[in-house]
């Protein structure tokens, strides 16, 4: 945890308060009598941000105008505070000051807040306990005197070498090019997007994660700009990036880029004071004519950027009687790379250490940084941060490598795990995938299949609880309609697993290509498999290059898109689903209750998220873990459009057909309560890994890949076609079923109501109920025009 921060060094040259030594026993939880009684002096250090020093003035003009005390006891109960002013700050030069604190009697932990007004709302919640983990402060964040945080044990105190770490509120983010690969760009400016409005003072996942309340907000509009950027931390998954440049001479065009690890497609965490600098690798052709199409739309392989967090922490910690061992974690970097940059900390005093590596790839390393760093109680002796680059040969082949670097210092050693992603020959143009039998494509989607997936909502492993989906072919379960044209390019010989594939050589105009089908394509084949590193269903090898490219095969899921009008009429909602999804199916068994009243137990093939829904994770919007999960709510869509009592009592429902996909329909009352009769549908709490509680609505399955699907909170909508509609019951896990309130049930099939009233799944708290409800407002068979909307789930038999 060597990395990126504000130090506050901690000498013991006074006490802690001004009176009797009992009350010196009393703070720091034993009598010692060699303490002074005045006070304890604290020197505060601010070190570099990475290239520049969080001041934008010159580095004598003082960066700490005031210092805020607060006291906590063991039980973290607010004790009160003291604010240092200016004038009682000295400056020592080259970032440095002194200032002396005190803290009330049984003052366990202090807390300590620069260049900010702390409030007794901020210090303390309605119970008395510690809100600074809750409060915020927000507005554009003052680089020359930013608000800093840290935190330091009173027992802590009792060891002359403790020291306090203060970290900056926030992030920032800037914006290069590589001048060697990158000829014909110039950038003009970037912005950032959805980034937090406003942070914590403080923060209980620091380095590891952003918790921000519920209330936060996240900007929608900023300004171009070049240089460094600040913004407040903001979790992954949120904020983007607009670049704007001109491509090839011509104008301004604007590019999208998302904060993803290198290597991966999992976004990463905006963590307070640290520096994201986006290099542009490579171009390929000009970005969107208008910012908004950018925004509009995912990120695509026209613009390649390389995402790098300043430092990677440290996480792996060892050590013997006299010394210490600390490494970063695994480092994943993209099979292009030239570097991949690590960090190590050790304490041994002659600053000796070894870097040996596994791997021929990896052929040498240069020391980037070195950073003595203060002691503390937790880390005794004086510790060196190096952060060196490894120097990497680029992997051409289709597929990851691993190798390992081992750091020692002493009798201490430690690995860190370096992954090389393969060469990403989906964007290769000469071997661009072509998807065929997929009805509502454009030629241009038919002709980059692996682009068009960009456009693909749900796929990617962000929506998907961490899966991986969006590297590979898709044949889809139930009925497959899909078939691949792979380029087939001279010197190339495919291997393939026939019991999983056809592949055929054709000639399509003056193009080579092999036919990919699916070798099992008969009608309702729910069989779900995967392709592995291990077991490899397609692979290319070219006799001349000797490169070979692998594609993943996945028979888990369907692609389906929402149009005409199920993306339409038949919803209600302030934004409505349209466009493609992706879903993957699992096997889910009920319990049947038959009329006789034995039981059977029957499985449903279901999709893993609603309609509409780009996310198969749960959500609730009490929860700041899962407020990123908005999207696993799909589209809210009415349930019917009869009329008048004739219409309703029809069997066949319009509205329903339109919404099915193939075999997959809205699920009946009979499905969901025979997962509820046999457990498998249940509301569970659970609690987020911020340690928020929760009610979660989940469908244990009988599936290897996904072991539990959820139903998300959504509420409902109310409200007339030509009207803005009403939202309800937020709180709320709702579903429309396709089952009608039936005879035995309360309504006389000969009734003017019947067919008016379906039943819906409500789940609240710790209630779940199948209950009913009109789908349209009026009486006596009257269809008055303010219908209601919910998410529906799709199932097959």
Same mark, same amino acid.
């Given at each position: 945890?060597?990395?990126?921060?504000?130090?506050?060094?901690?000498?013991? #040259?006074?006490?802690?308060?001004?009176?009797?030594?009992?009350?010196?026993?009393?703070?720091?939880?034993?009598?010692?009598?060699?303490?002074?009684?005045?006070?304890? *002096?604290?020197?505060?250090?601010?070190?570099?941000?990475?290239? !520049?020093?969080?001041?934008?003035?010159?580095?004598?003009?003082?960066?700490?105008?005031?210092?805020?005390? #607060?006291?906590?006891?063991?039980?973290?109960?607010?004790?009160?505070?003291?604010?240092?002013?200016?004038?009682?700050?000295?400056?020592?030069?080259?970032?440095?000051?002194?200032?002396?604190?005190?803290?009330?009697?049984?003052?366990?932990?202090?807390?300590?807040?620069?260049?900010?007004?702390?409030?007794?709302?901020?210090?303390?919640?309605?119970?008395?306990?510690?809100?600074?983990?809750?409060?915020?402060?927000?507005?554009?964040?003052?680089?020359?005197?930013?608000?800093?945080?840290?935190?330091?044990? *009173?027992?802590?105190?009792?060891?002359?070498?403790?020291?306090?770490?203060?970290?900056?509120?926030?992030?920032?983010?800037?914006?290069?090019?590589?001048?060697?690969?990158?000829?014909?760009?110039?950038?003009?400016?970037?912005?950032?997007?959805?980034?937090?409005?406003?942070?914590?003072?403080?923060?209980?996942?620091?380095?590891?994660?952003?918790?921000?309340?519920?209330?936060?907000?996240?900007?929608?509009?900023?300004?171009?700009?070049?240089?460094?950027?600040?913004?407040?931390?903001?979790?992954?998954?949120?904020?983007?990036?607009?670049?704007?440049?001109?491509?090839?001479?011509?104008?301004?065009?604007?590019?999208?880029?998302?904060?993803?690890?290198?290597?991966?497609?999992?976004?990463?965490?905006?963590?307070?004071?640290?520096?994201?600098?986006?290099?542009?690798?490579?171009?390929?052709?000009?970005?969107?004519?208008?910012?908004?199409?950018?925004?509009?739309?995912?990120?695509?392989?026209?613009?390649?950027?390389?995402?790098?967090?300043?430092?990677?922490?440290?996480?792996?910690?060892?050590?013997?009687?006299?010394?210490?061992?600390?490494?970063?974690?695994?480092?994943?970097?993209?099979? !292009?790379?030239?570097?991949?940059?690590?960090?190590?900390?050790?304490?041994?005093?002659?600053?000796?250490?070894?870097?040996?590596?596994?791997?021929?790839?990896?052929?040498?390393?240069?020391?980037?940084?070195?950073?003595?760093?203060?002691?503390?109680?937790?880390?005794?002796?004086?510790?060196?941060?190096?952060?060196?680059?490894?120097?990497?040969?680029?992997?051409?082949?289709?597929?990851?490598?691993?190798?390992?670097?081992?750091?020692?210092?002493?009798?201490?050693?430690?690995?860190?795990?370096?992954?090389? $992603?393969?060469?990403?020959?989906?964007?290769?143009?000469?071997?661009?995938?072509?998807?065929?039998?997929?009805?509502?494509?454009?030629?241009?989607?038919?002709?980059?299949?692996?682009?068009?997936?960009? $456009?693909?909502?749900?796929?990617?492993?962000?929506?998907?609880?961490?899966?991986?989906?969006?590297?590979?072919?898709?044949?889809?379960?139930?009925? !497959?309609? *899909?078939?691949?044209?792979?380029?087939?390019?001279?010197?190339?010989?495919?291997?393939?697993?026939?019991?999983?594939?056809?592949?055929?050589?054709?000639?399509?105009?003056?193009?080579?290509?092999?036919?990919?089908?699916?070798?099992?394509?008969?009608?309702?084949?729910?069989?779900?498999?995967?392709?592995?590193?291990? *077991?490899?269903?397609?692979?290319?090898?070219?006799?001349?290059?000797?490169?070979?490219?692998?594609?993943?095969?996945?028979?888990?899921?369907?692609?389906?898109?929402?149009?005409?009008?199920?993306?339409?009429?038949?919803?209600?909602?302030?934004? $409505?689903?349209?466009?493609?999804?992706?879903?993957?199916?699992?096997?889910?068994?009920?319990?049947?209750?038959?009329?006789?009243?034995?039981?059977?137990?029957?499985?449903?093939?279901?999709?893993?998220?609603?309609?509409?829904?780009?996310? !198969?994770?749960?959500?609730?919007?009490?929860?700041?873990? #899962?407020?990123?999960?908005?999207?696993?709510?799909?589209?809210?869509?009415?349930?019917?459009?009869?009329?008048?009592?004739?219409?309703?009592?029809?069997?066949?429902?319009?509205?329903?057909?339109?919404?099915?996909?193939?075999?997959?329909?809205?699920?009946?009352?009979?499905?969901?309560?025979?997962?509820?009769?046999?457990?498998?549908?249940?509301?569970?709490?659970?609690?987020?890994?911020?340690?928020?509680?929760?009610?979660?609505?989940?469908?244990?399955?009988?599936?290897?890949?996904?072991?539990?699907?959820?139903?998300?909170?959504?509420?409902?909508?109310?409200?007339?076609?030509?009207?803005?509609?009403?939202?309800?019951?937020?709180?709320?896990?709702?579903?429309?079923?396709?089952? #009608?309130?039936?005879?035995?049930?309360?309504?006389?099939?000969?009734?003017?109501?019947?067919?008016?009233?379906?039943?819906?799944?409500?789940?609240?708290? $710790?209630?779940?109920?199948?209950?009913?409800?009109?789908?349209?407002?009026?009486?006596?068979?009257?269809?008055?025009?303010?219908?209601?909307?919910?998410?529906?789930?799709?199932?097959?038999?």
């Amino acid at each position: 945890m060597y990395i990126k921060k504000l130090t506050i060094w901690l000498f013991m #040259l006074l006490a802690m308060v001004s009176t009797a030594c009992s009350d010196i026993r009393d703070i720091v939880g034993g009598g010692t009598q060699d303490l002074p009684s005045d006070g304890v *002096v604290l020197t505060l250090k601010l070190p570099n941000f990475t290239k !520049n020093t969080v001041a934008t003035r010159a580095a004598t003009e003082q960066q700490i105008n005031s210092l805020c005390v #607060l006291c906590y006891d063991a039980g973290d109960n607010y004790l009160g505070m003291s604010t240092i002013s200016s004038a009682n700050i000295k400056d020592k030069g080259d970032d440095t000051y002194d200032v002396k604190v005190k803290a009330v009697q049984g003052t366990a932990t202090l807390h300590l807040v620069a260049n900010a007004d702390v409030t007794e709302s901020d210090a303390k919640d309605a119970d008395g306990k510690n809100n600074l983990y809750n409060a915020t402060r927000g507005g554009n964040p003052n680089l020359d005197a930013p608000v800093c945080w840290g935190s330091v044990k *009173v027992d802590d105190l009792l060891n002359s070498k403790t020291k306090v770490w203060l970290f900056r509120q926030f992030a920032k983010a800037s914006v290069t090019k590589d001048d060697t690969k990158v000829k014909n760009f110039e950038i003009t400016g970037f912005k950032l997007f959805n980034t937090a409005t406003k942070g914590t003072i403080a923060t209980t996942a620091l380095d590891k994660d952003v918790s921000l309340p519920s209330s936060v907000a996240y900007t929608k509009e900023g300004n171009y700009s070049m240089g460094e950027h600040p913004f407040y931390e903001t979790p992954a998954g949120k904020a983007y990036m607009i670049i704007k440049a001109k491509y090839d001479g011509g104008p301004d065009t604007f590019y999208k880029v998302e904060f993803f690890n290198n290597g991966t497609s999992t976004p990463m965490a905006l963590l307070r004071n640290h520096h994201y600098q986006v290099k542009v690798t490579a171009v390929n052709h000009e970005g969107w004519s208008k910012e908004q199409e950018a925004i509009d739309n995912p990120t695509e392989n026209r613009l390649s950027v390389e995402v790098v967090d300043d430092n990677p922490p440290i996480v792996n910690m060892i050590a013997c009687k006299d010394y210490e061992l600390g490494v970063c974690d695994k480092q994943t970097v993209k099979g !292009n790379a030239g570097t991949a940059t690590i960090t190590f900390v050790t304490t041994k005093p002659d600053f000796q250490y070894d870097v040996k590596w596994n791997a021929d790839w990896i052929t040498g390393y240069n020391v980037t940084k070195r950073v003595v760093l203060p002691t503390s109680a937790e880390h005794p002796s004086t510790g060196t941060l190096y952060t060196i680059d490894l120097t990497l040969t680029a992997n051409c082949q289709s597929t990851a490598q691993s190798g390992t670097v081992t750091i020692t210092s002493g009798d201490l050693s430690r690995n860190v795990d370096i992954i090389q $992603k393969g060469y990403d020959f989906r964007t290769d143009p000469n071997r661009l995938v072509q998807i065929r039998g997929l009805a509502g494509l454009s030629s241009d989607d038919e002709a980059d299949y692996f682009l068009w997936m960009h $456009k693909l909502q749900g796929i990617t492993p962000a929506e998907n609880q961490g899966r991986v989906r969006n590297d590979g072919l898709h044949f889809f379960v139930g009925n !497959n309609p *899909v078939h691949y044209l792979i380029p087939h390019l001279t010197g190339d010989h495919m291997e393939y697993d026939k019991s999983r594939v056809n592949v055929k050589e054709i000639t399509d105009g003056d193009k080579n290509f092999y036919k990919v089908t699916l070798a099992d394509n008969s009608a309702n084949n729910y069989e779900k498999w995967i392709s592995s590193e291990a *077991v490899t269903i397609i692979s290319i090898t070219n006799a001349r290059t000797k490169i070979t490219v692998s594609y993943p095969v996945y028979h888990v899921g369907l692609f389906a898109q929402l149009t005409g009008e199920a993306a339409t009429v038949y919803q209600l909602g302030k934004s $409505k689903a349209s466009g493609w999804y992706y879903y993957e199916m699992v096997d889910v068994e009920a319990k049947i209750t038959k009329k006789d009243g034995t039981t059977e137990y029957k499985t449903y093939h279901m999709l893993d998220r609603n309609l509409g829904a780009s996310n !198969n994770g749960y959500y609730s919007p009490s929860t700041t873990a #899962l407020a990123g999960n908005e999207g696993a709510k799909g589209g809210y869509f009415i349930i019917s459009k009869a009329q008048s009592s004739d219409e309703a009592k029809k069997t066949k429902n319009d509205v329903v057909d339109a919404l099915a996909i193939g075999n997959f329909k809205v699920c009946d009352n009979k499905c969901l309560q025979g997962l509820i009769d046999n457990n498998n549908l249940a509301i569970v709490e659970e609690k987020t890994h911020y340690g928020e509680v929760y009610n979660c609505l989940r469908i244990n399955t009988d599936d290897m890949y996904i072991p539990q699907i959820f139903i998300p909170m959504s509420g409902y909508y109310e409200g007339k076609s030509n009207e803005v509609p009403v939202y309800k019951d937020s709180y709320h896990a709702n579903l429309w079923t396709s089952s #009608l309130l039936s005879v035995y049930q309360g309504f006389s099939s000969t009734s003017l109501e019947y067919g008016f009233w379906y039943l819906y799944l409500d789940a609240f708290g $710790k209630s779940l109920n199948l209950s009913n409800y009109r789908f349209v407002s009026g009486s006596s068979g009257v269809n008055k025009g303010r219908y209601r909307a919910m998410p529906v789930r799709l199932v097959a038999e």
